[in-house]
């Protein structure tokens, strides 16, 4: 058997003017991180034997670890698009924070951003999210019908805003 994996499906090349900045600093972080991790790995190298240095295995890894986060940001920006405008405020669309009730009565913020900067934990959700595609092109006061497998649930618009 080989090691063959599909490919992911492709993510949606949004993005936020944020989001986009974000990862241009991460790429000039990891290119700063990158100079030092190859001097420590020629200090490490210059030890002596490689097959038993741990600090040169540790340094190697790192190194993979950062060239492919490197090679996965240049290929991924100029690929982007950044959006700075919704079509229309009213509605929901890219970028908007969206507030919704529940069927318990529990209030959630969320905003749509793009795959490359979502993170749940701050309420920034994937346009591509299952939650995203329900809110999309509603109003305030329309419900919005969330399908995962085979929970459904429903959630009330309360409130759209764009910043």
């Known amino acids: 058997m080989g090691r063959w994996k599909p490919p992911p499906p492709k993510s949606s090349p949004y993005i936020t003017p944020e989001g986009y900045a974000a990862l241009q600093s991460d790429l000039q972080g990891l290119w700063a991180r990158r100079a030092d991790v190859v001097k420590a790995l020629a200090a490490a190298a210059a030890e002596g034997d490689r097959s038993e240095n741990a600090e040169y295995i540790y340094r190697k890894k790192e190194l993979g670890g950062i060239d492919s986060r490197i090679r996965y940001l240049q290929k991924r920006l100029p690929a982007l698009n950044i959006v700075r405008d919704a079509p229309a405020r009213d509605r929901v669309f890219f970028g908007a924070w969206v507030t919704v009730e529940r069927d318990d009565g529990a209030r959630t913020q969320y905003r749509l951003v793009g ?21 999309l092109k509603k109003s305030p006061g329309d419900d919005a019908e969330l399908r995962v497998g085979d929970r459904r649930e429903s959630l009330i618009i309360d409130e759209i805003r764009y910043d």
């Open 115 to 135: 795959p490359d900067e979502a993170d749940a934990a701050r309420g920034l959700i994937s346009i591509d999210s299952p939650l995203a595609r329900a809110l």
